[in-house]
């Protein structure tokens, strides 16, 4: 008998589990509002805080602001370590060792030790104090080549299995420990509102009582149990992020506001860091978003008095990656509204010379006091000394980093394949199509069967995950992989194809599709419609079913989407949300054995309440008028008869496109274009990703940079004494000009740092050699001569365009040598920015 039903009206909700949250106000709630005291376990120890006071007592202002102070390896020099002595670094999410993706475990080994050493060298800052290293393992050791993949947190949340949290945390504190790596930025404790929000997938749930169970049980499994094994052998320094509300900002924007009552953020977005703090957790990274306008970096009342004081954290507070610049009063290289309000490590990855000596001045001329100077370091030291830090010696040199072969080792990654199984949710199995007999003949189609790249999603060895190929997952399964492997031993038959082809009529067709790879901010999306542009993924679905072949849909996504269609045309569907690197669980799930039995059957629950209407943009639990498609904690098993009905596939109307605005490269590239990179000699060099050489893998480099967000940038390096090389955005497929682009002014913010010869031409709009517009950089070399950002806005409608060109193939082509420039906010619009510098047409 089934334990779910559909009533006329399809799905009705299931008895809802833990709290009812009602309506909130956006206004702040003049009532008043306490905060729990949840440091109920760890006790401070009378001797770490004697050795604490000593250390203060022997340091200078500069010392003390260098451990506060946070670069990235990929600005951080040895010698600049050496010199100030900075109290941590992190590498961030596009950031390996040497500039090597790919680098080895002893290479990141290697590293550390470099930084170790470089910081306990007094012989310049006079400070021996030893520096740790800050790495965002998201699922694992997520960065790093070769690493296990766990699924992301949305996966995990389905599971509702708390002990397996925990497994996860010590597999992947084990793995960050083999590469000398002291300190894990995890684990993210949103409590997510709005699914539009591009890292959805890093929270465990909608649920807060969820978020707050899996907290603690991470923290103990990645830092240890208080009492017992507490900040020993393996385990790490954990951070719970971001505190806090950064999983309700309007509209799911990234970084955005988050209008809700104070009662609200206490009982929705705190509760993962009640028990996170309880449990011991040593560092809390401080959210981008605003709390009802006011940036939580600069929050005074949040960091200090709600969390230090109320809540009784005695750990310390890090910032996010330069998000210091959006408090009021500050930029980049400096921010002292941030340090007081309670910021206690500074994440400066680019700009961190000019934050330090900034800082210094600061304190010596009294805009920060050195009393919150000293709480600062003193909340560092805490932890550090806790850890054992001035005990263990350089990473190479501890007991726990004499385990090469931890890092991806066979238990973790059989681990992770277990959190697979466990994590996938069936929404449909009409006729009761699964499992499928692994001696059938099964096609296998879609473009996520085979690609490790789009079951890891973003924060897999590279930070949004758009660069990745199999081969920078190695000993890593893809589905497809875990399936043809089950089927040829069970002697059954199996075929890949991508587009959904096939050379015999299978018996029953297996469809992978989903998300492409994306992270914070490139994630945020406008419509809850899956594929809402295209429906090439719908297109094979209904391909297959014409052909009348049963299909299984394998769903890819970090976050519930409206997918009516797509499931009308599936005979079956499983939310398999972002596996990770054990593709091989999901076939342990949807097949059966040789003899036709069940291997695993499913057991995953919906952490999300998944959207009946492609409008249902806020769908939670407890909500006034909660009508999902499928209510929280939904989820089939074999057990169960229950055929779903025909879904509505009524949309509502988006918006049409304004040509006022076109971006081009705004935050990430826009469809059809790409980056394109040639040299004198070797065929040209064509990426959509962060980071690329041209083909002789020397004369033009092209890298991310930060201007407004998180690498949003991008620097373009011609190396002296190589020959001319080209930089092009260019489209994959020529574009149709249309009259408004014509008339319209192109747009971008350019860097200039070290400036091409005068002659050098920026050309635009361009088709076989014929451009709309030449500009000579010595018409703006005044302008760009000063390495700032500048807004540069360009007429293309002047007499001498081709204004009979139909179509374009590069929207931009800089040809240089010796050159160095870095572009962002490209975009066409008919409005100019009012900074912007506007060129006239005789420039």
């Not at 988006?654 to 000699?681: C, H, M, S, T, Y």
Request: overall charge negative; aromatic content about 8%; some cysteine.
């Amino acid at each position: 008998m089934s334990r779910f039903k559909f009533p006329p009206l399809l799905l009705s909700p299931l008895v809802l589990i833990g709290l009812v949250y009602s309506h909130l106000s956006h206004a702040i709630d003049s009532e008043q509002v306490n905060w729990p005291d949840v440091n109920t376990k760890l006790k401070q120890d009378p001797a770490v805080e004697k050795q604490i006071d000593e250390l203060i007592e022997g340091m200078t202002i500069e010392q003390k602001v260098a451990q506060m102070v946070q670069p990235e390896i990929g600005y951080l020099s040895v010698e600049q370590m050496r010199k100030y002595g900075f109290g941590s670094y992190l590498n961030g999410g596009n950031t390996a060792p040497y500039g090597n993706k790919r680098a080895s475990m002893k290479q990141w080994l290697q590293y550390a030790d470099e930084m170790y050493q470089a910081s306990v060298d007094a012989s310049i800052d006079g400070s021996a104090i030893p520096t740790v290293w800050g790495t965002d393992a998201m699922h694992g050791h997520s960065n790093v080549y070769g690493a296990t993949l766990f699924p992301h947190n949305i996966g995990l949340g389905a599971t509702r299995d708390k002990e397996l949290i925990k497994r996860i945390g010590q597999a992947t504190a084990k793995e960050v420990a083999a590469t000398g790596i002291e300190w894990s930025f995890a684990p993210t404790v949103a409590v997510v509102r709005d699914d539009r929000w591009g890292r959805t997938y890093e929270s465990y749930s909608e649920n807060p009582d969820l978020v707050k169970d899996y907290a603690g049980e991470m923290v103990v499994g990645i830092q240890g149990s208080i009492n017992n094994d507490f900040l020993t052998g393996t385990n790490r320094i954990a951070t719970a992020k971001h505190f806090v509300g950064d999983g309700g900002t309007e509209r799911g924007i990234d970084r955005g506001n988050t209008i809700i009552d104070e009662k609200g953020l206490r009982d929705i977005h705190s509760p993962g860091y009640f028990s996170a703090i309880n449990e011991g957790v040593q560092s809390v990274m401080a959210s981008f978003n605003s709390w009802n306008g006011q940036r939580v970096h600069g929050d005074k009342y949040l960091l200090t008095e709600v969390l230090k004081k109320q809540m009784g954290f005695d750990g310390f507070v890090v910032s996010d990656w330069n998000a210091h610049k959006f408090v009021e009063g500050c930029d980049l290289e400096q921010c002292a509204a941030a340090i007081n309000a309670g910021v206690d490590v500074i994440m400066v990855p680019e700009h961190f010379e000019a934050f330090y000596h900034n800082t210094v001045a600061q304190v010596k001329e009294g805009t920060i006091s050195e009393e919150r100077i000293n709480d600062a370091v003193r909340r560092f030291l805490r932890a550090k000394i806790r850890w054992g830090l001035f005990s263990r010696g350089k990473p190479s040199s501890r007991s726990e980093s004499q385990h090469p072969e931890w890092l991806g080792a066979a238990e973790h990654r059989e681990l992770a394949r277990e959190a697979v199984r466990k994590s996938l949710v069936l929404l449909k199995n009409n006729d009761q199509i699964l499992p499928i007999k692994a001696t059938s003949k099964i096609l296998v189609a879609g473009d996520g069967a085979d690609s490790i790249a789009k079951q890891a999603g973003g924060w897999s060895v590279s930070w949004q995950g758009t660069d990745n190929t199999n081969d920078d997952f190695p000993n890593a399964t893809s589905i497809f992989g875990g399936l043809k492997k089950q089927v040829e031993n069970a002697g059954g038959q199996i075929e890949l194809n991508e587009a959904g082809n096939y050379s015999v009529k299978p018996d029953v067709a297996i469809v992978v599709i989903g998300e492409e790879p994306y992270a914070e901010w490139f994630g945020d999306i406008e419509y809850l419609e899956y594929q809402h542009k295209t429906k090439a993924d719908l297109a094979l679905l209904k391909k297959l079913k014409a052909d009348g072949i049963a299909v299984a849909t394998v769903f890819l996504s970090g976050r519930p989407l409206w997918i009516n269609k797509e499931l009308n045309a599936s005979d079956a569907f499983v939310a398999a949300w972002l596996p990770g690197s054990e593709g091989e669980g999901v076939a342990d799930v949807l097949l059966t054995d040789s003899k036709g039995n069940i291997q695993h059957d499913f057991s995953g629950k919906l952490s999300f309440s998944w959207p009946k209407y492609d409008t249902q943009y806020t769908l939670n639990l407890g909500d006034e008028n909660y009508d999902p498609l499928f209510a929280y904690d939904y989820g089939l098993t074999y057990q169960d008869t229950v055929n779903v009905p025909l879904l509505s596939e009524k949309t509502s109307p988006k918006k049409q496109a304004n040509e006022d605005a076109k971006p081009l490269f705004v935050r990430g590239l826009a469809e059809n274009l790409v980056w394109r990179l040639k040299d004198a000699n070797t065929a040209a060099i064509e990426t959509t990703g962060s980071s690329a050489t041209s083909g002789d893998g020397a004369s033009l480099l092209m890298q991310s940079v930060n201007l407004s967000y998180q690498e949003d940038a991008r620097q373009f390096i011609w190396r002296a004494g190589a020959k001319k090389a080209t930089l092009s955005l260019s489209y994959k497929q020529p574009e149709v000009l249309s009259d408004a682009s014509k008339s319209a002014i192109l747009e971008l913010k350019m860097r200039v740092n070290t400036a091409p010869s005068k002659a050098t031409q920026i050309q635009l709009m361009c088709n076989n050699n014929h451009c709309m517009r030449n500009i000579k950089f010595e018409s703006i070399e005044a302008l760009m001569n000063d390495k700032k950002w500048h807004t540069l806005a360009i007429p293309l409608n002047c007499p001498s365009a081709l204004n009979t060109m139909t179509k374009v193939t590069e929207v931009l082509n800089v040809s240089a040598n010796a050159a160095s420039l870095a572009v962002a906010d490209i975009a066409l619009t008919s409005k100019p920015n009012a900074d912007a510098y506007l060129l006239s047409c005789s420039d």
